[in-house]
């Protein structure tokens, strides 16, 4: 498995704390639907750990996963432990056939593979990693419409909105939405927007 950059690195050495300290959207509602404690959470391409972080403060047991050491040091320099079992490298080479989480969360990983066939073999892992009854989160770019002048030198794999639906349509999805985020990154400071895919889906028990 290989990851695009998409320039984060170079976010990540000039700004620690790239994406800052607010938990995401989708964490957020969450919370709302479940209760976190003691749950065992999966962030698979956490990069500075805020999601993990703050599920860790609410009682999770968090694994958290990245490519980027950078990212991954700035997430302890930032946060400290704070009870979060950090992994550097690829989600696929760090899982094992024995592993189950309560919760899986992929913020912005999927768009970062190479291909469609990659973004769903990945998916089908992390859904097999869920254990029945168990939650997933997926926010990632879709093909709808991308500005990607913040980011020179990233061509991240584009899917439809429908296609991740299409992925989890075997679940139960508690929240959709294909919505465009706008953003500003502080290393660069270039506005710049992206379609985006979020959900939050529930694995059925049996």
Known sequence: MEFRDGGYDEGYRSCPCFWGNKVGSLVTRLVKETSIQGKT?????????????????????????????????????????????????????????????????AYGLLHCLQSVEEIRETAKLLKDLTAPGGWNIVCAFNNREQDLTAHPGFNPCLIPHETYMDIYKSWEVKFSSDEDLHETHPHNNIPHSHSMSRLIARKPIQ
Do not use: M, Y
């Open 41 to 105: 959470v999966l962030d698979a391409g956490c990069g500075e750990g805020k999601n993990a972080i703050a599920l860790a403060k609410l009682g999770a047991r968090v694994t958290a996963v990245d490519c980027s050491e950078i990212a991954l040091s700035n997430a302890i320099r930032t946060f400290g432990g704070s009870g979060v079992d950090w992994h550097c490298g690829d989600i696929k080479s760090f899982v094992q056939p024995d592993f189950s989480f309560d919760i899986v969360i």
